[in-house]
């Protein structure tokens, strides 16, 4: 940024000289006449074009340096503050993304640093061209004659204060303009992801109306905008043409009067509309300010967001008996809703947990307590006896695979979407091919034409729902995880599916494994069951001992199967 200060300056003592120099040529050739040799004019002129274009040449070559300094710089800025609003968003809770939509999110990381970074680049850099300009315009315009100074720069101040106003109008319209296209843009990217709803239930006219209606609103309010942009370069004109008026008619009753020179008169002129632009961006500059500072509150409020869930530990994590919830209780913050309730219950290493109860019973949340994603309000949770918030959370996250209940594959190759859990290049083809088999999804797999590199659409949408379950579970086994967490993951599965994945990781050693399910099958082979209701453990056993406590469970149970026996 010093180094673009001192090329502005560079660049602007460039500039001054060149209409001195113009006007004192004007004022020499003035004294020329016929009787002068044509050699000598020749001469004369190849020596005045030369210098000029020299003067020429350094300015641009100052203004390439300043460019690449000043704006640079703000490019650098801009890059590290979206690497710091990123690396906080990892930072920072589950919670925290519950609270926040994704929209604000991607508009603090996009748009309202690039206003920063706008101000910080442009902004710097014509406020700082404005000073210096300034000062070397205005005090060689008044060493020539205070008086005209004085009078041809007083529409400027004017300018300034209009263009200010009109920036700030186009601010205001430019903003309903980004929300309603933010509207729009919505509004076809519903549309686009759920095609297949919109043509079954034939609503293609309905959404078509609704569109065009946010087409038209869009451009409505953009010719508002084109109509207030369009008094912006006119008004620059009248009052730039209104001081080069005063300058020519002044300068030449000065000229008269013997008080100044014709080459002053061209200097004038000259340094007028070379202060115009500058004066100009002092509007616009300032709006830039208050968008900047308002973008840089918004990014603040994030950046000091302190995150809930921090790791206090960097001791390794010793996990060889047993994992315990006692008394556990949860509340959502948000609705108040309680969502575990004074729950206890243990699994020991090895062993296999069955978690089941009905649609909002809590279950979900207990393997988010688990990976701590939240924690709870009351009660505590013991890995090998020591509570889970002191242990360490990388080893504990590193040490877990969890295959949500809302599947979520990148737009990348099947490869890379299962390989996502480790280091790049860590998988290796037979690792591929053992945790597909051991998720029943291979023979799926290679019956695609690029196989393992088949890329997969948005969030997996060119696979059936059972394939994106046995994808992601297939992404968990690779990390071979000494915690496994299934949540309701083989809904989208058949019967037999769903055993020969079960009866896979029945054979897989040293794996303590949590399903999480509402189906009766998905866990009646795991070594301890319990089951949930409002948050609470009503019930707990191994599935033969629930079946001969006849309550939930086994009710649940009888339902279920006469439901398999009818379809």
């Not at 001054?16 to 113009?22: A, D, G, K």
Request: hydrophobic share 40%.
């Amino acid at each position: 940024m010093l180094l673009g200060i001192l090329f502005i300056i560079g660049t602007n003592l460039a500039k001054v000289l060149m209409p001195q120099y113009f006007g004192d040529v004007t004022d020499d050739l003035k004294e020329w006449n016929s009787t002068y040799n044509p050699d000598d004019l020749f001469y004369y002129a190849f020596k005045v074009g030369g210098y000029y274009i020299l003067l020429s040449l350094i300015a641009g070559i100052f203004l390439f340096l300043t460019r690449q300094t000043i704006i640079i710089m703000s490019r650098y800025i801009e890059y590290d503050l979206k690497n710091e609003i990123y690396q906080q968003y990892q930072k920072l809770s589950y919670t925290f993304f519950k609270k926040n939509n994704t929209g604000d999110l991607m508009t603090r990381i996009s748009e309202d640093v690039t206003k920063v970074r706008m101000y910080l680049g442009p902004g710097i850099m014509y406020t700082i061209n404005l000073v210096v300009l300034s000062i070397l315009v205005i005090s060689v315009m008044i060493s020539i004659n205070g008086l005209l100074t004085l009078v041809v720069l007083a529409p400027l101040p004017l300018m300034s204060f209009i263009i200010y106003k009109v920036a700030s109008r186009i601010n205001k319209i430019s903003t309903t303009v980004q929300k309603e296209q933010s509207f729009m843009s919505t509004l076809v990217q519903e549309t686009f992801s759920g095609i297949r709803v919109v043509k079954a239930y034939d609503r293609t006219k309905e959404v078509e109306d609704k569109f065009n209606l946010s087409a038209n609103a869009y451009k409505n309010k953009n010719m508002k905008l084109v109509f207030v942009n369009a008094l912006f370069m006119p008004t620059i004109f009248i009052l730039v043409g209104l001081s080069s008026v005063l300058c020519i008619y002044l300068g030449g009753i000065f000229h008269i009067n013997g008080n100044m020179t014709i080459g002053d008169i061209t200097k004038f002129i000259f340094f007028v509309n070379m202060l115009t632009w500058p004066f100009a961006s002092v509007g616009w500059v300032t709006s830039l300010i208050q968008r900047a500072a308002a973008s840089q509150e918004r990014i603040n409020e994030f950046l000091k967001e302190e995150p809930e869930i921090v790791n206090r530990s960097q001791e390794p994590l010793v996990f060889k008996k047993e994992i315990e919830f006692r008394n556990v209780s949860y509340t959502f913050p948000n609705s108040g809703v309680q969502a575990i309730n004074n729950l206890s219950f243990i699994i020991k290493k090895g062993e296999s947990l069955g978690i089941i109860g009905r649609t909002g019973c809590g279950k979900s949340t207990i393997i988010q307590l688990l990976t701590r994603q939240v924690e709870p309000q009351s009660g505590v949770i013991l890995i090998d006896g020591k509570n889970i918030n002191d242990c360490n959370l990388d080893e504990l996250r590193s040490r877990t695979s969890v295959v949500p209940q809302d599947v979520f594959l990148f737009s990348d190759t099947i490869k890379n979407n299962i390989a996502f859990g480790l280091n790049k290049g860590d998988a290796s083809e037979e690792m591929l091919i053992e945790v597909t088999k051991q998720a029943h999804v291979y023979h799926n797999i290679i019956e695609f034409k690029s196989g393992f590199d088949t890329l997969l659409g948005e969030r997996g949408v060119n696979l059936s729902g059972g394939q994106k379950q046995r994808i992601s579970i297939a992404r968990a086994l690779i990390r071979t995880p000494e915690i496994l967490i299934l949540d309701d993951c083989l809904s989208a599965v058949d019967t037999e599916t769903e055993e020969i994945i079960l009866r896979n990781f029945k054979n897989m050693n040293d794996i303590t494994s949590m399903i999480v399910s509402h189906r009766v099958s998905s866990i009646r082979n795991a070594s301890r069951i319990i089951n949930i209701a409002e948050g609470r453990l009503t019930e707990k056993g191994t599935h033969e001992e629930l079946i001969l406590a006849n309550g939930a469970y086994a009710e649940l149970y009888q339902k279920q199967l006469a439901e398999e026996e009818t379809s």
